[in-house]
């Protein structure tokens, strides 16, 4: 599965997804593969020099593929913080919060905001991937 947010200052007029600068994923057991912007592939991403890679880890994901394109890679155990904090294998608040102290073009008051009426564990979850994101 794929989702994509696009987030500009100017109007965004197109849905296509280009060279993006985070990528967040869920389940790095599935591979991921940082190939040049002209190949294309099923399965594939293009991933440009520098980009930023959120992993849901317990430990930094190595792969020589993303050391070559010289991506910056950072990790969280949100599986295991939701577990605790959700009490289910519901990762993707943890990696909210991770992703909020990686990206600081959304305040984390419109994040919070956002969240509204969501259960106090739902806060705690993205408070915690924020402090533990390495």
Same mark, same amino acid.
């Given at each position: 599965?794929?989702?994509?947010?696009?987030?500009?200052?100017?109007?965004?007029?197109?849905?296509?997804?280009?060279?993006?600068?985070?990528?967040?994923?869920?389940?790095?057991?599935?591979?991921?593969?940082?190939?040049?912007?002209?190949?294309?592939?099923?399965?594939? $991403?293009?991933?440009?020099?520098?980009?930023?890679? /959120?992993?849901?880890?317990?430990? %930094? &994901?190595?792969?020589?593929? @993303? =050391?070559?394109?010289?991506?910056?890679?950072?990790?969280?155990?949100?599986?295991?913080?939701?577990?605790?904090?959700?009490?289910?294998? $519901?990762?993707?608040?943890?990696?909210?919060?991770? /992703?909020?102290?990686?990206?600081? %073009? &959304?305040?984390?008051?419109? @994040? =919070?905001?956002?969240?509204?009426?969501?259960?106090?564990?739902?806060?705690?979850?993205?408070?915690?991937?924020?402090?533990?994101?390495?």
């Amino acid at each position: 599965m794929q989702g994509y947010v696009k987030i500009d200052k100017t109007p965004i007029l197109s849905r296509q997804v280009e060279d993006p600068d985070y990528y967040v994923i869920l389940d790095p057991t599935l591979g991921i593969e940082a190939r040049p912007k002209d190949a294309k592939g099923a399965g594939h $991403i293009s991933m440009r020099e520098k980009s930023i890679v /959120l992993f849901n880890s317990p430990e %930094k &994901v190595v792969s020589p593929v @993303l =050391k070559k394109r010289k991506v910056h890679t950072y990790h969280v155990d949100a599986t295991e913080l939701a577990l605790a904090h959700l009490k289910a294998n $519901i990762p993707n608040t943890v990696m909210l919060g991770a /992703l909020a102290k990686l990206f600081n %073009k &959304v305040s984390m008051k419109s @994040l =919070k905001a956002a969240m509204e009426g969501m259960p106090r564990e739902d806060f705690a979850a993205f408070d915690e991937g924020y402090k533990e994101v390495k």
